[in-house]
């Protein structure tokens, strides 16, 4: 069965800092892994997403994700925070055969100024 | 915004009350997924519909029930109603069947307060 753990519920940074959330998954056969973003009061927009293509996945605003199979993560990063970055993140997995996606808690992101 | 469009945006009803929840899907995408999203579980699947057929079943209770129907919109019906079913109700579609690597794209939600 399918699972994500995202460490860490709450993340804050100051602006212009590195921004690191984590997100470990378990599968049972080769993974699909998704980051998703949702702002306050809205539904959830797709950051970026791994499909057994390249391991360095890049997405939408600065953010970044690695895979890696050994440790079973698939890390988010974005190397200057900016105010607008302030919102909840969800690593969510989906295997092959399975159309559902498993999300992790989600962890919120605090941007100091 | 991403496409997929939910009504109401808000619902505010009683316990013992059913609602229905209404999403359209993206132009072009067969697959529309339920999700619920609470303080205590989290984001959880709830059920999938592709081109009018029921595919895959999560954690969706007895109460709850779904269709898709020709035009390719879906309803979730919610009935008998309990204060613990308050949550953010997302719909989601995506091309194709929902093959793993297919992403998903999700409506604003409709947020539902039982009383």
């Known amino acids: 069965a399918q699972s994500v753990t995202q460490l860490g519920s709450h993340v804050s940074v100051s602006e212009g800092a590195l921004v690191l959330l984590r997100c470990n998954y378990s599968s049972s056969v080769p993974p699909y892994l998704f980051w998703y973003v949702q702002y306050p009061n809205q539904g959830l927009q797709l950051l970026l997403k791994?499909?057994?293509?390249?391991?360095l996945v890049k997405g939408i605003n600065g953010f970044e994700a690695e895979f890696k199979k050994s440790e079973t993560s698939f890390h988010l990063t974005k190397p200057s925070a900016h105010m607008s970055d302030a919102a909840e993140y969800f690593c969510?997995?989906?295997?092959?055969?399975?159309?559902?996606?498993?999300f992790g808690k989600g962890t919120l992101l605090t941007v100091n100024p | 915004d991403s496409g997929v469009t939910q009504t109401p945006k808000h619902l505010i009803t009683a316990t013992g009350q059913r609602v229905t929840l209404r999403c359209s899907p993206r132009?072009?995408?067969?697959?529309v997924y339920w999700y619920q999203q609470s303080l205590d579980q989290g984001l959880q699947f709830l059920i999938q519909y592709y081109n009018g057929e029921e595919r895959a079943k999560g954690n969706i209770l007895e109460r709850f029930s779904a269709q898709q129907f020709p035009d390719l919109h879906s309803e979730l019906n919610l009935s008998s109603l309990e204060l613990g079913d308050s949550a953010l109700y997302f719909c989601?579609?995506?091309?194709?069947?929902?093959?793993?690597?297919?992403?998903?794209?999700f409506g604003p939600g409709t947020r539902l307060t039982v009383l």
């Open positions: 969510a997995v989906s295997e092959g055969s399975n159309y559902k996606l498993t």
């Open positions: 132009s072009g995408d067969l697959s």
């Open positions: 989601a579609s995506s091309v194709g069947m929902g093959q793993g690597y297919n992403e998903q794209f």
């Open positions: 791994y499909t057994s293509a390249a391991t």
